[in-house]
């Protein structure tokens, strides 16, 4: 089992930044690590995750261009850089990863170890 403490949250003004951080300890070998948020009354919805054995990127298209997924070389931090944060923004984040291999990496239900979240709010 792995197991994932985020870190990084706060709020901030539209168009501000954030930098979130996942440190991971446990059960290293996942195919998947990833980035789920949650906004208030909706559900969860990936917008980043980075293979493990390559580190191919996918994001969702509402963050293309503005989040960035990236690790340590230690590969024991992850990180997500969000850049222009807009209100809809606004969620708890979590840090997760999967542990197979999947052809849908970006479908939150295929996570399986999730760390406690992170909450950011974007104001205007």
């Known amino acids: 089992q792995v197991q994932l403490v985020e870190s990084g949250g706060g709020s901030v003004e539209v168009g501000g930044s954030l930098t979130l951080s996942c440190v991971v300890s446990g059960f290293l070998d996942y195919y998947v690590i990833g980035w789920i948020r949650q906004a208030p009354g909706k559900e969860h919805e990936a917008v980043a995750c980075?293979?493990?054995?390559?580190?191919?990127?996918h994001y969702l298209d509402a963050v293309k261009g503005r989040f960035t997924i990236s690790r340590d070389m230690a590969k024991t931090t992850v990180f997500l850089k969000m850049t222009d944060l807009k209100l809809e923004d606004t969620a708890t984040y979590y840090c997760?990863?999967?542990?197979?291999?999947?052809?849908?990496?970006?479908?939150?239900?295929?996570?399986?170890?999730w760390g406690r979240g992170t909450p950011v709010t974007v104001s205007s």
């Open positions: 997760a990863t999967i542990a197979q291999a999947t052809a849908t990496p970006m479908r939150y239900s295929r996570y399986t170890d």
């Open positions: 980075l293979t493990n054995a390559h580190e191919f990127t």
